[in-house]
């Protein structure tokens, strides 16, 4: 059992950083780094991959603050409307991934990238586990996602005295394979382009599905939180990817190899 903490702090005068910030900011650097990698030795261009990165960030933070104001507190956001504009407060991770599905769709359109979405898509895709750990580590020392009452030797005992579920730890510690199992499918022979993109959304929802049972503070509809509804809506999606997706395209180098040629 894990002893109850705060989560670290440092106060430089006005200013004060938690360690939930610090490790989003890992995350967002570590999935950059992944998808400059990934377009050197995929062969495709770095600039529109980053832009790409750049347009699912902004969606994705602009839709997790949207729906955990209006889906999780609807009661609070209609007695104080203006926290719809505080966007560092309240962040919902599916809320995020529809805004990230805005902001792709959007840039795709815009640039017409055409069949070779996929391609782009999938490099996002194979790199977000490996950031994602950063990111549930962080909610694991904010301890913001609590869950029901347990006995599992690596709970937490929460404010209220109770050990639970820390299922931002759980949620790390699933996504960490996932993310090893992408470096070594990467480094294998051609994936049909949307693989990695069916793939994540298939076991990430399906990790959700049961992890969100556990929630015990979450707004229920129908006795199943958002969350719930939206890892059903993702992992339909996934399967319809995989099952669609089925042609290998070309071949990339491994992301963990040095490109053939680089651009500085």
């Known amino acids: 059992m894990i002893p109850y903490f705060e989560q670290p702090s440092l106060s430089l005068g006005p200013l004060t ?20 990698r990934g377009a ?9 991959a980053e832009w790409l990165t750049i347009w699912i960030l902004l969606g994705g933070f602009a839709g997790a603050h949207l729906v955990d104001r209006l889906v999780y507190f609807p009661a609070d956001t209609l007695v104080n409307p203006w926290s719809l504009l505080r966007f560092w407060e309240g962040l919902s991770s599916f809320g995020g991934f529809l805004g990230a599905i805005v902001g792709a769709a959007l840039f795709v359109r815009h640039e017409h990238l055409g069949t070779q979405k996929w391609l782009y898509l999938d490099l996002i895709a194979y790199a977000f586990p490996g950031g994602w750990v950063f990111g549930r580590t962080g909610c694991f020392l904010a301890f913001d996602h609590p ?14 005295g109770v050990v639970r579920h820390n299922l931002g730890l759980d949620e790390a510690l699933f996504t960490l394979p996932v993310a090893l199992l992408f470096l070594w ?3 294998r ?17 399906t990790a959700r599905l049961f992890l969100d049972s556990l929630r015990f503070v979450d707004v229920r509809y129908f006795d199943f939180t958002p969350g719930q509804y939206g890892a059903a809506a ?31």
Not at 240 to 261: K, Y
């Open 17 to 36: 950083i938690h360690a939930f910030g610090v490790l989003v900011a890992l995350s967002i650097l570590s999935s950059m780094y992944l998808v400059r």
């Open 185 to 187: 499918l990467g480094r």
């Open 234 to 264: 993702i992992l339909v999606v996934g399967m319809l990817i995989l099952a669609t997706r089925s042609q290998p395209g070309p071949v990339p180098q491994h992301v963990g190899s040095e490109p053939a040629c680089r651009t500085e």
């Open 147 to 160: 869950g029901s009452a347990t006995s599992f030797f690596l709970a937490q005992r929460y404010t209220d």
């Open 189 to 205: 022979r051609a994936r049909a382009p949307g693989f990695f993109l069916g793939l994540l959304a298939v076991l990430y929802a």
């Open 40 to 48: 050197a030795a995929w062969g495709l261009d770095p600039a529109t």
